[in-house]
């Protein structure tokens, strides 16, 4: 991700973000954000990676008191919004920082959560990243948008957030922002090649699952190699 363009981004769209994000998933965001949390075996160190408004970490409040959790963002403006729905929980640390330099001892977390963020990301940076800072038997858990098998059935997608949504969505942001939402949807991977990506890297498949017509795609993996 380039930090420039996405803190500037995120900053820009802070105050309309959630509802933007309720809207264009038909309301099924808490939903799969929930399930993504109930599929994967929480340890006591948490971090939410480009925990944006802190839903994640909201929802892994409502699942017990016991854990350490840790929200890391770009966005300042986003992390304030964050602050605000998560006051007063000292087990709670947000931090501003780059998801590929992120401010953690090796081997120190049991979980990563990545919650339509992955996909922003250059995986060949992002994922040694990830398995520096989780101990071994940890898991990283993905929430994103993924291409459909079928090649027909992208372009007609790509055609309707560019014919469709794209009205819609300069509505509510300007285009830089707007594209930049666009373009991460064409860097979505399909279940193999994410699967591919991890398991080089030293992970295997704790769980996949796709919702959403095969759009939404629910990945936990689990590191096994140092």
């Not at 007609?156 to 560019?162: A, K, T």
């Amino acid at each position: 991700m380039e930090k420039n363009i996405a803190e500037k981004v995120f900053d820009s769209v802070h105050k309309v973000y959630d509802k933007f994000l309720t809207f264009v998933t038909l309301r099924r965001i808490d939903r799969w954000q929930l399930e993504l949390i109930d599929s994967t075996p929480l340890g006591n160190f948490i971090l939410d990676v480009g925990t944006g408004t802190g839903e994640v970490l909201k929802k892994l409040l409502e699942r017990g008191e016991g854990f350490k959790l840790i929200g890391l963002d770009v966005s300042l403006k986003m992390l304030k919004v964050a602050e605000g729905k998560l006051s007063g929980r000292k087990s709670v640390l947000l931090i501003r920082s780059d998801a590929l330099r992120i401010p953690i001892k090796d081997g120190t977390l049991d979980n990563l959560f990545f919650s339509l963020v992955f996909r922003h990301l250059p995986h060949g940076k992002s994922i040694p990243e990830v398995k520096r800072v989780l101990r071994k038997g940890g898991y990283v858990s993905i929430l994103e948008i993924g291409k459909p098998e079928s090649d027909f059935l992208y372009t007609l997608i790509h055609l309707f957030m560019d014919k469709i949504f794209r009205p819609l969505g300069r509505l509510i942001f300007s285009k830089e922002e707007w594209d930049y939402f666009v373009k991460s949807v064409e860097n979505a991977k399909r279940e193999k090649e994410l699967v591919e990506l991890f398991s080089k890297s030293g992970f295997r498949v704790y769980s996949y699952s796709k919702r959403f017509f095969g759009l939404i795609h629910i990945a936990i993996f689990k590191k096994e190699a140092s």
